[in-house]
């Protein structure tokens, strides 16, 4: 007998995928080359917002090397609008919105002119001979300005910069607050953020003139959505284009668009007949890679005096920017489910407006919602803790769901399956060693230290595996959420797995080969993982939003079971035994009792490969697929703690210490789950601390390059002690919760509420993100003057 | 057009390239080496970095030319009959890439960062990939790998 297999879900393996990374074997869009590749190169508006007099390109066409240049104009004819799925409520304002601007630029770095050429550098040269007037138009950059009576229009043809309004309600506010001892009202900023994926975006087209077909290499997560979009928006029917998203460079929620520059480039190649490149400098990233954030929050709970919420209302104002991408509208509605979090209360008001204004667009970034969500909530219930004088953690206790309460469905009305916060809380907790640090604080106050100590907690909950296809419909998304699975056992017994989700860092190869391996019981190394490619992978929705283990890792899952299944009808004729008496273990089929009537899957493959002798009617394979479209969303959960240190004469925050207890449910691998936490904090305290994309007065992009656009580096970031508790989700047979997105929604709260914390004796109630020295010195003034 | 002679991981190679053609660029469309990648424009993420003369340098602030007749490794020129190096070992063990954009700019950092310091403290490993940005991994698995390499480095 051989030792019983180990399993692997569980277990911290290194990962498969990084072999090639680690050597440099890399397949990125932007190394791809082929044979007669021309290059592609955008020339963007320099203003916010201008009428288009004219655009002449007949200078750069002359340039050496130019094979071809067009404006907006030139190409619109064989381009449609770049599409919103997701016009959250009714009578959504869905503005034109064409790859290249025709008429009219909204925002600094809207394409108007395209050059096509020899080599890169020639390519970008000739766009400085490209000739454009402008006529200058008045611009909105502010979301509060542009609901003004007088501001200025985005888009003049919709005669309002209000996208739309979305409410919900449940329970009666207006009875909550009336009942209530302490009413806390703020107002809290979501600055804008570039998302800033390490690999700029690129795009490659290879026509294949003869048959009309095209292959579509993007630096993109949704190769699936994007093949449908782009038959769409291009006419080019679906199945002549084939999308490949090879190794990809991080995403953050940025690649998770129809782009302009993809059916541009999709269009000329077609046009011209050559495969064509594109590939993004930084600064177009910063510039025209969509935004994240941008929102301005209202928000006011009420409460009794012993710390029980009665009620929470929650008032948005959302920036779009200057047109609709793919789920624009719903991002912050997204988040509307998410406001009242872990606590139980008893009435709910949300409300949000959609604003148009002359910058980048806004899409969907890390969380999606979901952190502005945690981060405006986390954040009052720190000021209402304080406007009660009640430990922080303490309020939290009072009113968040308990752990013998489950399955829970909160005011919001999202059931929540499974959870402890208790558990995980006082795990953190003690990691922390929170008394020892409360007092240390108070030494710090009363020796009227300059370097004040501040403690933020973030006990949240996130909204997970963003699939079920209803739900998605009842909020006007115009897709459903499935996600699809195949195994093929090949003669040999080795294992492919097809997977319709995308990665571009996560790791799915590693964890959905651990996954598979333990259903088949076979070796983790038998199994192959591939994915990003619509030829192969036929059908997807891709990877967002922390949905691929939860609905795609559950999917490999199925698709593993119906194998085994399968297998067991072949493996109990040839035992000529009862498939109900059939064991399956390690890998084999056995006959009960009888160890040595055996049969291994590796032999049942092969058997179904030859299918000399199968069951009558059988089908000789042993494939399998699944689809899956969960009846529920998974929410893991966690206690963040920060300790920062701040320098009331500087203004400048350290870090000191930072623990997390997470609970994602069951953990396929440790090790990937540890560093998905690693870098989603590191995110969110860049929010919390260092990012802000800057716009001027003019609306020109301060922030334009990494050289002012502040992504933390290593020295700017602390160690995190991070650590888990597991309350495995009821809702699927896995147990699994997801783990993308938490980091960064937890940590931003956290990291705010020290700061604010460590300022509080000074009167201090709020410092705007980031909390650059600057901000937090001038939150000392105003709050020095507030309390004198 | 100038001529250029350069080493690139162990093989040299004679060029005439337009004199205002970076060395990341020759290196990824002329030769081919597609290991090194592309991160900004204003050389600040050092994703491109590689050795130069036994130097880290960001292939991106530096012109094809001002490498004539150096020598240079990339990420591609580290694995010796197909044995990883101690660097490339540590970065897989520690789980220090995610989507790995970073990481042949931070390896090759890292390597640089050894030979002045054999031994860093973990301070010593963040000042060190100062110039490194790595937007998935928060850099904490960056900087274990690094210590463990530094270690191997001693005891093997
Ligand atoms: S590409 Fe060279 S430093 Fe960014
Ligand atoms: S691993 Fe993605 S940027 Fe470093």
Known sequence: MTEAVQREVGRARPRKEDAHLITGQTNWTDNISVNGLLHLAILRSPMAHARIDRVDVSAALERPGVIAAFSGRDVAESMGSLPCAWPVAEGTVVPDHPPIAVDEVRYAGDPVAVVVARDRYTAADALEAVEVDYTPLPTVLDIEGALAEDAPLVHSDKGTNRCYDYRTTDGDYAAAKARADVVVTRRYHQQRLIPSAMEPRAVVVTPLAASGEFTLYSATQIPHVLRVLLAVTTGIPENKIRVVAPDVGGGFGSKLQVYGEEVITLVLAKRLGRPLKWTESRSEANLATHHGRSQVQDIEVAARRDGTVLGLKVSLLADMGAYLMLLSPGIPVLGASMYPAIYKMGAYEFSCTGVFTNRTPIDAYRGAGRPEATFAIERIMDDLAAELGMDPIELRRHNWIRHEEFPYTTIAGLTYDSGNYEAATDKALALFDYDKLRAEQADRIEHQDTVRLGIGVSTYTEMCGLAPSRWLGEMRYAAGGWEAASIRMLPTGKVEVITGTSPHGQGHVTSWSQIAADVLGVPF??????????????????????????????????????????????????????????????????????????????????????????????????????????????????????????????????????????????????????????????????????????????????????????????????????????????????????????????????????????????????????CTPERVWQALRTGKEASA | MTHISLKVDGTTYEDDVEPRLLLIHYLRDRLGLTGTPIGCDTSNCGSCTVDLDGESVKSCSLLAVQADGGEVTTVQGLAHDGEWS????????????????????????????????????????????????CRCTGYQNIVRAVLDAAEQEVTT
């Open chain 2, 86 to 133: 101690e660097l490339q070992k540590a970065f897989h063990v520690r789980h220090a890439l995610q989507c790995g954009y970073c990481t042949p700019g931070m390896i090759m950092a890292a390597r640089d960062l050894l030979r002045e310091h054999p031994h860093p403290t973990p301070d010593e490993v963040r000042h060190g990939l100062e110039g490194n940005l």
């Open chain 1, 525 to 770: 190394d038998d199994v192959e993982v591939m994915h990003g490619d619509t030829m192969l992978a036929t059908q997807g929705m891709d990877t967002y939003g922390s949905r691929s283990l939860v609905v795609g890792g559950v999917a490999v899952h199925e698709a593993a079971r119906k194998v085994v299944d399968k297998a067991r009808k072949v493996a109990a004729h040839l035992l000529e035994a009862n498939e109900a008496d059939l064991d399956f273990a390690d890998g084999a089929f056995c006959v009960k009792g009888s160890p040595e009537a055996r049969k291994t899957i590796q032999e049942v493959a092969f058997a179904t490969f030859a299918s000399h002798d199968l069951p009558d009617g059988m089908e000789p394979s042993i494939n399998a697929e699944h689809v899956l479209d969960p009846d529920t969303f998974s929410f893991p959960h966690g206690t963040h703690l920060c300790a920062a240190e701040v320098d009331t004469e500087t203004g400048a925050v350290r870090i000191r210490s930072y623990v997390c207890v997470d609970d994602v449910g069951k953990v396929v691998n440790p090790l990937i789950v540890e560093g998905q936490l690693h870098g989603g904090i590191a995110q969110g305290i860049a929010q919390a601390l260092y990012e802000e994309a800057v716009y001027d007065e003019e609306g020109n992009l301060v922030t334009g390059t990494l050289a002012d656009y502040l992504v933390p580096a290593a020295p700017d970031l602390p160690e995190f002690v991070t650590d888990r508790t597991e309350t495995p989700a009821t809702s699927n047979p896995l147990g699994v919760k997801g783990v993308g997105e938490a980091g960064t929604i937890a940590s931003t709260p956290a990291v705010v509420n020290a700061v604010v914390d460590a300022l509080r004796p000074f009167g201090v109630r709020d410092v705007r993100m980031p």
